[in-house]
């Protein structure tokens, strides 16, 4: 289970790699409405989705959940015109159970995705439009890597790409790339020291046109609060940022690039009065701290990245904090002014409660998450954001 320093006791917790963060949105919101698309029921259903979502041409829906199926292992699920069919319930450890991820889905309708938590076995696996599911790759422990594997990214020839936040030479966590056939590479293996430690990219690495990937640690650096990495496609690491403090501790998602090359994403901690932040590392080396989680009516702790509008705008989810501290849905202009757009109210409300997890938008600028809990029977639910705005 994900790990949640400030909340764990109250909740559980890249259409192909970055594409999905890079979709057109609208200009100005003015006013904004939630609807539960579904709500999780638990075993034999799916229970505690835990992975953003990714849609197909048709409007359908994918993701994964942490629990419930006919094992409460997980699932891996389709939602398509508002009904949920589960695609295939894990039944065991040997076939990588309890998934957090957020899902790629192929050319084919192949989707593949990566379970596994710090510490236990871990691996990636593949399930075929029939519902076949393999695995397409278990971590041993080892140099190849061990625990908690992030989101994965895909390149256009099938390769994947993720992190595990242990094993390598120093059991620091991993840099990997997988062939379509599971051939695993190690890219890089983090020392855990000013290179960094610890990755967990949720919502998975960045991949640009030249096969550099971005990504972020979650311990090591210069300070030992997290690092912002480079890794070229021959293994070459460079540290971009380290962070130190009032510019971000612990990141816990990947990062986002916009056309110009400028980085985006969050931290976990850090900033004033430590709740977390959003900021943008421009192609020279400089962090700006877009906004300041004050764990108030703004939202707090963030353990997922944001997206992109074609503005520039940039759209995320907070795992706490709101009017009712149960998470927010919001919005930060490039110039750094923060809204609001939704606010968790939890139980009562049947809206859902604690996002954990990375928001997908549609051509007209609705966002669409899942809830760790709440809802109607407190398994979580899948939710829509509709945007009114202004063009």
Known sequence: MIARQKFIARATFAVIGAAIALIIGPNVAEANTEQVLYNFQGEPSGAQP?????????????????????????????????????????GNFTDNAQPTCKLIRDAAGNLYGSAGRTGVTS???????????????????????????????????????????????????????LTPEGEETVLYSFRGGNDGGLPKNKDGMT????????????????????????????????????????????????????????????TQDGGSPDDGLVYQLTPEGTLNVLYTFTGGSDGGTSITGVILDR???????TSSGGNSSLGTVYQITPE????????????????????????L???????????TSGGTTGNGTIFKVSNRVTN
Do not use: C, W
């Open 336 to 359: 750094g002014t923060k809204t609001v757009l939704y606010n968790f109210l939890g139980f009562d409300a049947g809206d859902g409660s604690y996002p954990a997890a990375g928001l």
């Open 207 to 266: 991949l640009d046109a030249e096969g550099n990937l971005y990504g972020t640690t979650y311990m090591g650096g210069a300070n030992n609060f997290g690092t912002i990495f480079k890794v070229t496609p021959s293994g070459q690491h460079t540290v971009l940022h380290s962070f130190g403090g009032l510019d971000g501790i612990r990141p816990y998602s990947g990062v986002v690039m916009d056309g110009a090359g400028n980085l985006y994403g969050t």
């Open 123 to 177: 691996g990636v696996f593949k399930l075929t439009p029939q519902g076949a599911e393999s695995v397409l790759h278990s971590f041993n422990g080892g140099r190849d890597g061990l625990g908690q594997v992030s989101d994965l990214v895909a390149d256009a020839a099938g390769n994947l790409y993720g992190t595990t936040d242990g094993g390598g030479v120093r059991d620091s966590g991993t840099v990997f790339k």
């Open 361 to 371: 938008m549609d051509s007209k600028g609705n966002l669409y998450g899942t809830t």
């Open 311 to 317: 503005l520039g705008n940039l759209y995320g989810v």
């Open 50 to 90: 835990n992975g953003g979502l990714i849609r197909d041409d048709k409007g359908n829906f994918y993701g994964t959940t942490y629990g419930g199926g006919t094992s409460n292992f997980g699932t891996i699920f389709q939602m398509k015109r508002g009904r949920v069919k589960t695609l295939f319930s894990f």
